[in-house]
Every structure is written in C-alpha cells, then in structure tokens.
T-cell receptor, first 112, second 114 residues
Framework: KAGVTQTPRYLIKTRGQQVTLSCSPI?????VSWYQQTPGQGLQFLFEYFSETQRNKGNFPGRFSGRQFSNSRSEMNVSTLELGDSALYLCASGGANTGELFFGEGSRLTVL | GNSVTQMEGPVTLSEEAFLTINCTYT??????LFWYVQYPGEGLQLLLKATKADDKGSNKGFEATYRKETTSFHLEKGSVQVSDSAVYFCALSDLVDSSYKLIFGSGTRLLVRP
C-alpha cells in the first residue's frame, strides 16, 4: 500500500510569491491534514479536510488555504509569501476515527 | 487547552544504554497518545500508540504506557542502537467536531554514539 505522497519535496520562492503544495493520501483515507514544522514553533496544525470539506483550521492567517478534491487528494496554497513561511510542510492522512495519522515526507519551502 | 510537554534534548547515550524520554500531557477527556519519530530529512513515522488508560504501546523495542493518574506517556527502550538517533515527538489526538488533530510536544533529539 503506497504511503502519503507529497510534491514537490523542495522548493525555493521569493517574498511576495505564492506556492501550491500537493498531497496524495493513502488509498482509502478520506481525511487529509496539513502541519507546518519550523525550528522555532515546532509542529503546528494548519487544517484538516474530509470529503472535500474543511472540518478544522489552525491559527494561521488567511494567506494559508487549502482544498481537497473528490479523489481525496489535497492541495495547500500560501499567498504573499513571507520569510517566516520557510518551513517543512507535512501532509498526513487518516483512516478510522482514532486520530492516528500517517505522514508524508514533507515539502520543504524556503522563502528568500 | 490540551497540550503536551516533553523533556528537553538533546539526549546523548552510548549504544546499548537504556532510554527514557519523558512526556506529560494536559487534556480534557481521554485522548489517544502517540510517539512519532523523525529521521533526518524525513517526515514523521508513527512509532507507537495507546488509545486508553493503562494501554501499553510497543514497537521495535520501544514501549510507552498510558498513565492517566500521572498524565504521562514516557517512551522507553532497553538497549538503544546508533540507528535510533532521531527526533522523537510525543503527541495527543484532540477531537473537535468530529475532526482529529494532533497536538505535538516540542520534540526530543536522541543521539546514540557507538
């Protein structure tokens, strides 16, 4: 069974640009969550999607958005990038309602 | 709100030493508890879990017991290997309106020397 796949793995952007990250969950998983990991703030929850609906959102500005498609694949978008958005963005998918999440390798974003 | 506190690292051990990484939590209700491991340049891997009080999660020689009375979920391993060098995260699942999210501790870096 394939794991969670995230693309791209690495990307470099400049301030003011926007970025879109993609995530394909484990087959059969309908819940997709996104987390931001930085050295200063650690792992922080961005949002969670289930059946194309955002069910939960973390404390991030509106520049951070996401969506989920009918095949459960998800994208997140960050607009008007700031230096502080440099981070590892992790996508996770979940199956049964246990809170158990399976993570991808992450997309490492560097903002210059 | 719910939170997780882990011991500060780095923890440096010699190969075959005993490992304990402390984790305590604050939560309303009875969340599931997890340990995740992150190797350099990689995402998070689920190491073990416990879903109710007194449950013991175990995997690859690592163990942790869900202690409701002390609100703890300490990670232990009897004999560490160099390949165990990684960052370990304790986490709890927070249920909000049918949506789960994980709340993580700050992570503990483990370095095992040969």
């Amino acid at each position: 069974k394939a794991g969670v796949t995230q693309t791209p793995r690495y990307l470099i952007k400049t301030r003011g640009q926007q970025v879109t990250l993609s995530c394909s969950p484990i087959s059969g998983h309908r819940s997709v969550s996104w987390y931001q990991q930085t050295p200063g703030q650690g792992l922080q929850f961005l949002f969670e999607y289930f059946s194309e609906t955002q069910r939960n959102k973390g404390n991030f500005p509106g520049r951070f958005s996401g969506r989920q498609f009918s095949n459960s694949r998800s994208e997140m978008n960050v607009s008007t990038l700031e230096l502080g958005d440099s981070a590892l963005y992790l996508c996770a998918s979940g199956g049964a309602n246990t809170g158990e999440l399976f993570f991808g390798e992450g997309s490492r974003l560097t903002v210059l | 709100g719910n939170s997780v506190t882990q011991m500060e690292g780095p923890v440096t051990l010699s190969e075959e030493a005993f490992l304990t990484i402390n984790c305590t939590y604050t939560a309303t209700g009875y969340p599931s508890l997890f340990w995740y491991v992150q190797y350099p340049g990689e995402g998070l891997q689920l190491l073990l879990k416990a879903t109710k009080a007194d449950d013991k999660g175990s995997n690859k020689g690592f163990e942790a017991t869900y202690r409701k009375e002390t609100t703890s979920f300490h990670l232990e391993k009897g004999s560490v290997q160099v390949s165990d060098s990684a960052v370990y995260f304790c986490a709890l699942s927070d249920l909000v309106d049918s949506s789960y999210k994980l709340i993580f501790g700050s992570g503990t870096r483990l370095l095992v020397r040969p």
